[in-house]
């Protein structure tokens, strides 16, 4: 039953590749599972959590692991920076653009070996924006970290 099984997994996997590169909400796991569901309507979140992990671990997606928060994945490969919305939670993409951020400064500062470094927006999204102004909230009137 070796081969059936093999199959099925990559069927799983080739869907949840699927969903990744056709959204730029980068959801969290159990966002990914609620999608690949309806295609896949028997899927575990378990396999959903292996799959993600086995295509982060090939390089065919990205794991986002930003401060404080539910990891999440991007079907996205190339380049770009992310902005995460500190009301609700919701990360977008920012058009790349080289930044210096003069990382062989750092490298004389640690015996470390630099491969690398992870630069991190946070903002408030336009929905939170037009929740707040609804509210009569302003964002520089109530704290929110
Ligand atoms: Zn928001
Ligand atoms: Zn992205």
Request: charged share 30%.
């Amino acid at each position: 039953m070796l081969v059936p099984r093999k199959l099925a997994n990559t069927r799983q996997r080739q869907a949840i590749l699927d969903v990744l590169r056709n959204t730029d909400i980068h959801p969290t796991a159990e966002e990914v599972y609620e999608m690949v569901r309806k295609r896949l309507p028997r899927i575990s979140l378990g396999t959903v959590y292996r799959n993600l992990e086995a295509l982060s671990d090939h390089g065919l997606i990205q794991k986002l692991e930003i401060a404080g928060t539910q990891k999440r994945f991007d079907g996205r490969m190339d380049k770009h920076y992310h902005i995460r919305c500190v009301v609700c939670g919701r990360v977008a993409d920012l058009p790349y653009q080289q930044i210096d951020v003069g990382e062989e400064r750092f490298r004389e500062a640690t015996d470390f070996e630099i491969i690398g470094h992870r630069l991190e927006f946070w903002g408030i999204c336009p929905q939170c924006q037009k929740a707040r102004a609804e509210s009569g909230e302003t964002a520089a009137g109530k704290k929110i970290f």
